[in-house]
């Protein structure tokens, strides 16, 4: 089975521009999870998603963050507009469900650069 | 409230040598536990995880964790740590159903010759 998948591996944008980043969950999961990781802050939840439906939105990034999930192999991370701060890796992960003990599956993450 | 707390930022282990990263938690309710390895330019991979029965339990390559509701401690060990180990090493707490999951910061651990 394929694992998570998440596309671009690498992008560099400019302060004010729009990024999407996509990510393909493992086929037959439920929740899907975006997280920010950086060294200071480590990791940061940004939304998590059970079966479509947006369960979290991760308070503070509300603002210019905004995660789709338009079925249930395919999901959206846009930062609009991107602020050099924003540079980060942005890591995919999906679970079967909702049980705590189900395992997180993560992508290889999509790495963020701003200037 | 749940947290996790790793207090080591960073650990330096020679090969050979036996490792232990701690991590403590705190929760409401009982906690499944898990540790994730993240080595470099890659996501998060799961090594082990404990809900329930032996507080000893085994995860790949030789690591294992112990459970301790008195200490609200899951500290991973390995016996002898090899080169490849070198990662940054999370502890996770979930708790509750249809949660989600909460995060140390992390401990990177660099095996020296």
């Known amino acids: 089975d394929a694992g998570v998948t998440q596309t671009p591996r690498h992008e560099v944008a400019e302060k004010g521009q729009t990024i999407i980043l996509k990510c393909e969950p493992v086929?037959?999961?439920?929740?899907l999870f975006w997280y920010r990781q950086t060294k200071i802050q480590g990791l940061e939840l940004l939304s998590y998603?059970?079966?479509?439906?947006?369960?979290?939105d991760g308070g503070a990034f509300k603002d210019r963050f905004k995660a789709e999930m338009l079925n249930s192999s395919f999901s959206t991370l846009k930062i609009q507009p991107t602020e050099p701060k924003d540079s980060a890796v942005y890591l995919c992960?999906?679970?079967?469900?909702?049980?705590?003990?189900?395992?997180?599956?993560f992508g290889e993450g999509s790495r963020l650069i701003v200037v | 409230a749940q947290s996790v707390t790793q207090p080591d930022a960073r650990v330096t282990v020679s090969e050979g040598a036996s490792l232990q990263l701690r991590c403590k938690y705190s929760?409401?309710?009982?906690?499944?536990l898990f540790w994730y390895v993240q080595y470099p330019r890659q996501g998060l991979q799961l090594l082990l995880k404990?809900?329930?029965?032996?507080?000893v339990v085994q995860g790949v390559n030789g690591f294992e964790a112990e459970f301790s509701k008195s200490n609200s401690s899951f500290h991973l060990r390995k016996a002898s740590v090899h080169w490849s180990d070198s990662a940054v090493y999370f502890c996770?707490?979930?708790?509750?159903?249809?949660?989600?999951?909460?995060f140390g910061t992390g401990t990177k651990l660099q095996v020296v010759p």
């Open positions: 404990y809900y329930s029965g032996d507080p």
């Open positions: 998603f059970r079966s479509k439906s947006l369960m979290e």
């Open positions: 992960a999906s679970r079967l469900g909702t049980n705590s003990g189900n395992t997180l599956y």
């Open positions: 929760s409401s309710g009982t906690p499944y």
């Open positions: 996770v707490l979930s708790a509750g159903s249809g949660t989600y999951q909460r």
């Open positions: 086929s037959g999961h439920n929740d």
